[in-house]
């Protein structure tokens, strides 16, 4: 599977952002899907991950509350809803998959989307 993490850019403290995950190659329903983020001069940091039918989730401690993440198989894209933004949420988001449910180990990494929060 291939995957490819769209929608960042520049915005404010406590705006919204909704990134995507489109998949391609085998069917993304097959996979555990996560979001990792990486700042410059910090590690990979686990964001939160969805299970291959959408029901399970869990989360990063860092954006527990705030961020939301789901998945529509149908369109083969996984989404990670980020509300109340805030400047150190500014990284790099990447999205990959999840081999082993519960987790924060990441495979099969795609190419990332910069999300960038002003003060």
């Known amino acids: 599977v291939q995957l490819q993490a769209s929608g960042g850019g520049l915005v404010q403290a406590g705006d919204s952002l ?8 085998q069917a993304v ?32 401690d860092s954006v527990k509350g705030r961020f939301q993440i789901s998945r529509d198989n149908s369109k083969k894209a996984v989404y990670l809803q980020m509300n109340s933004l805030q ?8 999205c990959a998959v999840i081999r082993d449910w519960g987790t924060t180990q990441g495979d099969y990494w795609g190419q990332g989307t910069q999300v960038t929060v002003s003060s």
């Open 87 to 94: 400047p150190d949420d500014t990284a790099v988001y990447c």
């Open 29 to 60: 329903s097959w996979y555990n899907i996560g979001w990792f983020r990486q700042a410059p001069g910090k590690e990979r940091e686990f964001v939160a991950a969805i299970n291959r039918s959408g029901v399970g989730s869990y989360y990063g």
């Open 18 to 25: 909704r990134l995507s995950c489109a998949a391609s190659g």
